[in-house]
């Protein structure tokens, strides 16, 4: 398959991440633990119930713990510790912290090897960077309004677990996507612990409520993990670290479009940066010379 192609399929997970704001929304007032539970198992078993029907499935399960420590510490961790810092600083003042992921996925990939960054792969993402910032404070401009505090911390820490897991999943290149399902079913387990320990129980009240979760557990906290992890190990990963500044974009224009939010000034002029710097970073991919090879 071509890089491109790898590179398509990587950002079809970040086109399923725009929903997910709208989804949790939807979702009703399930508690964070106990919603990843819920909507991880429904992800693992999603890629868990095609083993039956696939020869050398299960047996991708064989991995070193090296893998596994790396899936479960991306998916669980992550999630572990934005929740957190959720808790202990203002939800804007954390999301614009965590979203500095695809700014440090694009500069830890340099180090990769067959990867080489250059100055417009940064100028791409340091565009989408502006376009986040301006979706995110509604171009009301970001400070820390109570000073930094454990939960910005936990927050810039949210930033290097997910741009260190994507760029780490390329070093494991050889391993098999199926991987991932297991991943997502330990995560499951691990975050139903949590939501024993910190967290009282609130099911979903209605029809409504029930198929958020559900579609939670199939797009963005399902296949995406499966799509995104194909891309990393085989696609340009520059070109998706730059191209994942769209995610909260096209959260924002489905909140719009749902009668969530409003369409503002901010939307579009992050619309404008958000595109231009993927259309930047990915310069090589989109207007490569006849005869050139992806």
Do not use: N
């Amino acid at each position: 398959m071509k890089r491109s192609t790898a590179t398509l399929i990587g950002f079809t997970a970040v086109l399923m991440w725009a929903l997910l704001a709208l989804m949790s929304a939807a979702s009703g007032a399930v508690p964070p633990f106990q919603l990843a539970a819920m909507t991880f198992l429904i992800g693992g078993l999603m890629g868990a119930v095609t083993w039956p029907f696939r020869k050398g499935a299960v047996q991708a399960l064989r991995q070193s713990w090296q893998v596994w420590l790396l899936g479960v510490a991306g998916l669980f961790g992550y999630h572990f510790v934005y929740f957190s810092a959720i808790r202990a600083a203002p939800a804007v003042e954390v999301s614009l912290i965590a979203y500095l992921w695809p700014l440090f996925l694009v500069v830890f990939s340099a180090f990769l090897p067959g990867e080489k960054l250059r100055l417009h792969h940064v100028i791409g993402v340091l565009l989408g960077l502006v376009g986040a910032v301006l979706i995110i404070t509604r171009g009301k401009g970001f400070s820390l309004a109570e000073g930094f505090t454990a939960g910005h911390a936990l927050a810039f820490l949210c930033s290097l677990i997910w741009s260190g897991y994507s760029v780490l999943s390329r070093r494991f290149g050889t391993v098999s996507t199926d991987v991932v399902a297991g991943f997502c079913l330990i995560t499951a387990l691990l975050s139903a612990i949590c939501h024993a320990l910190f967290e009282t129980t609130v099911w979903p009240a209605d029809i409504t409520q029930w198929s958020a979760v559900l579609g939670l557990g199939l797009l963005p906290v399902g296949a995406a993990f499966y799509t995104w992890d194909y891309g990393v190990k085989q696609g340009d990963i520059m070109v998706l670290g730059a191209a994942s500044y769209a995610s909260p974009l096209l959260s924002t224009l489905v909140l719009v479009v749902a009668g969530y939010a409003a369409f503002t000034w901010p939307v579009v002029a992050a619309c404008l940066l958000i595109t231009l710097g993927a259309v930047v970073a990915a310069k090589d991919m989109l207007f490569k010379r006849p005869g050139g090879s992806i």
